[in-house]
Structures are given as C-alpha cells and as structure tokens.
C-alpha cells in the first residue's frame, strides 16, 4: 500500500465519519417532529427510540459474519447510502409503519456502518503505525454538530422533515459514494492472517492475533458500555437538570450539550496527539478521571454556571475513551479486529440503551443530583481495566507509539 493510497484512504474514512455524525445528528435532534408528523404517543415513543440501537446490536452482530467473506470497506460502501436513504424515508412516510420500517433499516443499517466505520478505522491505524483513531471519532462529533446546526435551522423556519433531510441526503448521498472509491484497508506487519490471506478478508476465529476470546475482551466491552452511559446521560438529561435542578432558563438549558459536542470535538482533534506523546493508557486514565471529575462538579453544583463547567469537563474527558477502546481491541487481537471491533461495538448501543433510563429512574426515585454520581462512578471503573489500553509498549518496546509508515501524512 503507498503512501497516497493510505492518505487517501484515510480521508474518505474521514468524510465517512462525518456523514454519519451528520444522519445521526439529523435523526436524533427531530424526535419531537417524527414525533408529531406520525402522531406517536408518548407511551409509544420509547418503543421506537429503543429499536433502533437494538437493530444496530444486531447489524453488528450480523456485520461480523458478513465480513468473514467480504471486506469491511464493501460493507461500508454500501451501508452508509442505506442509512442515508433510511434517513429519507423517515422524513417521507406519512403512516406509522412508513417510519417503523424505516426506522428498523436505519437501525439495521447503522449498526453495520459503525462496525465496518470502525473496522476500517483500527486497520488503518495499524498500517500508519501510530495513533490516528480518534481523528476519526472528532470527523464524526464534527458532523453531529453540522447535523445538530442543520436540525435547529430546519425546526427555526418551520421546515417539514422532509425538507429538511432532502437537500441534506442529495449532497451527502453522492459524496460518500465517491469516496468510498478511495476506502482502503490498511494491512500492517500483523494484518496476515496465519494462512498468509490479507486481515479483512474471511478473518476467521483462528487468527495471525489468536482465537477471539470474549473474556479477554470483556474489560474493553465495560469500558464502552459505561463510556456510553456517559454520553446518553449528557446528551438526555443535560438540559432537563440544568433547567429543573439548577434553576437556568430554558434558553440556557439548550447550552451544555452544545459545549459537550464542542469539547468532544476539540478534545478527539488533538487526541492522537496525546496517545503518541503519552501513550493510550494514560491518555484514558486522565480522560476517565476529567469525565469523573466532571459529574461529580454537575452533582455538587450550585447554579447554572458551574454546571455547564462540569458538562464541559466531561466533554474533554469522555471524548478520548470510545475511539481508544476501539484501537485497543485492535491491537489486542490483531489477526482477528474486524470480529473483535464487531463484537465491541454492541456495547455501543448497551450503554446507549442502559444510560438514559437509568439515571431517570434514579433521578425519580432518588434525586438528580444522586443519580449523576451513577455515571461517575461507572467511569472511575475505567481506571480499573485501564491496562488492556497498553499492548502497545510490549510491541513497540516503550511507552509510545512510533510510526513504522514514517512519510505517511
């Protein structure tokens, strides 16, 4: 693989990253209008709201079988315009089995994007020999916000779903399709399976990394899950405790989660900065430690303004942990990551699914404030499997990444 090759591949993965934050953003910020455009119930909506992430488990799960035949870049290739489409359909279909349906393939689909988004993601790391994941991960909280800024500009002139996701589709649609032209996967020295095949191409059980080993993985598989729990409790109840708990207007209220995508934005851009300069592990020891620290400042606060401080703590600190969980399972098992990115990626949608609810029960049975100290302790945990984030000093015989491909941009 060339040097172009691997700069070009790795940009069309960033484009493919920011597409999907952009869907995602689109999707999850017009919930009230889905809402009202199919007259979904209060009752029904969780309903909705939770098949998606359980459809994507299982597009994940299925994305694992999938890519022991065919490769990874294929499946995202096709994947991603399917999200697209889906995203369309929502904002088309006028009866409730219109936007079931298509929230099922946007479920579906996206599960697959994610897995494939990533696989892709861990191999190219491999093949630049130092850490670039979390650049990835900051294409994406970049297209959150674009999608999030395009939402509040489609519910601000009153714009019927549709039109706000059609013009949006029309531009993004073509564009991913011509850049998964360049989609590449990067195969480094351990990217071989042991029958001399190419990583990525029918990654069987038994690999050049070792038979897959769920209990091996089970750390990384937490770490996502409460790193997710995290994030749900941010991007659900943000606003709600700032308004109910801590006295803000409802104007103010909106903000925290706009700083929360801002400092994840800004802490993912120079994230691969910190992994090479101090190593992965301790890069997510001090970002569990700042996301604690965070909700312990929203617990204790005791006004507005002090919230939005622990709010902007967690964004530079939860921001680090999901893409290195994701370049740690690659490395942990590299003969075999595209199974292992896959397998990882389900408790993407466990903490998804587990965060939101728990805090709201707790927040009603107990108080708002107790339950914000649920997610701290769930990331504090991290520093407990924080080891499993180091395979890199045994193979690269130090604390630090270093680069074997060392022209590559």
Known sequence: MTDAGLRHGRASLGLSFG????????????????????????????????????????????????????????VLRWAQPVVLLALLGVGAGREMWHVAVALGVFGLAVGALDASMNMLGVSLQRAYGRSI???????????????????????????????????????LLPAALIGSRWYTEGKGEEGKRSDGAEAGVGTGSESAGGALSFKLLLPLCLIMTFAYIGDSTVSNWSAKYLQDVLGSSEQLATVPYNVYMVTTLLGRAVGDLGVRRFGAVAVVRGGSLLAAGGFAVVAVAPGAWVGMLGFTMLGFGLCVIVPQTFAAAGRMFPGNSDAAVARLNIFNYVGFLVGSPLVGALGDAWSYRGAMLVPMVLVLATLVYARAFGPETARYGGGHERPRTADVG
Do not use: N
Not at 31 to 55: E, K, R, T, W
Not at 143 to 168: D, K
């Open 133 to 171: 994941m979390t650049g990835f991960h900051a294409a994406y909280s970049l297209g959150g916000i674009a999608g999030a800024s395009l939402a509040w500009a489609g519910a601000r002139w009153e714009l019927s779903l549709l039109a706000s996701y059609l013009p949006v589709v029309a531009v």
């Open 19 to 74: 597409v999907q934050g952009v869907a995602f953003a689109l999707l999850v910020t017009r919930i009230p209008a889905i809402q009202d455009q199919y007259g979904i119930s209060d009752g029904l909506l969780p309903v909705f709201l939770a098949a998606v992430p359980i459809l994507a488990g299982a597009g994940s799960v299925a994305t694992e079988k999938v890519v022991v035949r065919v490769r990874p870049s294929l």
